[in-house]
């Protein structure tokens, strides 16, 4: 299966700033979907990353705060706009079918001060 | 996509098989177990699925019970690197997004 990276590995951040997040797979793949884990929580999903279209967010996210870049078929990004403590996580990128298996990348650990 | 309830936390023994129950009452037909597991500060990964029968790959078996509400996912020889968060999620595979549950916190002792 494709390997898939992200970068950077964690940040720590002040808030009201931003931060772009990378996701590399190694080959070309449908479907990329970003996550997020609060601390002590399990996985949310927060968008389907679409190849030359807008992403598809899910109830609670919205565009202005996560923007999503999906620019071709081995690469995402994922801003965090206007961070907050809340938004303290880790934020995970995956590729594979929706339902099917998913394989993920090692996941950004993002603290906001 | 049907609910799932797993045990919050489980130990076994180093060199011991560690099986992990879950539970999936309202199960429906068409409907998939799968099992990840997160081991700590990294990914999810996958680690097995079914529909009905029993399973086995070179990590783990999966065995679902006759009725399909419930399985158990065995790691035969578990190591203290089998440490780990494990996720059952049941799904139909019908382009819904999966459900993550809080899971079962797997310590392998030595």
């Known amino acids: 299966s494709a390997v898939i990276s992200q970068k950077p590995s964690r940040d720590i951040c002040q808030r009201g700033t931003s931060l772009t997040i990378q996701c590399q797979v190694d080959s070309q793949v449908t479907m990329m979907f970003w996550y997020r884990q609060q601390p002590g929580q399990s996985l949310t999903l927060i968008a389907t990353a679409n190849q030359g279209s807008e992403a598809t967010y899910e109830s609670g996210f919205v565009i202005d705060k996560f923007p999503i870049s999906r620019p071709n078929l081995t690469f995402s990004t994922l801003t965090v706009s206007n961070m907050s403590p809340e938004d303290s996580s880790i934020y995970l990128c995956?590729?594979?079918?929706?339902?099917?298996?998913?394989?993920f990348g090692p996941g950004t650990r993002l603290l906001v001060l | 996509d049907a609910k799932t309830t797993q045990p919050p936390s489980m130990d076994c023994a180093e060199g011991r098989a560690a099986n992990l129950p879950c539970n999936h009452s309202?199960?429906?037909?068409?409907?998939?177990v799968y099992w990840y597991r997160q081991i700590h500060s990294q990914g999810p990964q996958y680690i097995i699925h079914?529909?009905?029968?029993?399973e086995t790959n070179e990590m783990a078996s999966l065995i679902i019970t006759e009725d399909r509400k419930s399985s158990t996912l065995i790691l035969p020889h578990a190591t203290l690197r089998d440490t780990a968060v494990y996720y059952c999620i049941v799904y139909a595979g019908n382009n819904r997004k999966l459900i993550w549950g809080l899971g079962t916190s797997l310590a392998v002792n030595p």
């Open positions: 079914g529909l009905k029968n029993n």
């Open positions: 309202t199960i429906s037909g068409n409907e998939y």
């Open positions: 995956s590729w594979g079918s929706l339902g099917e298996t998913q394989y």
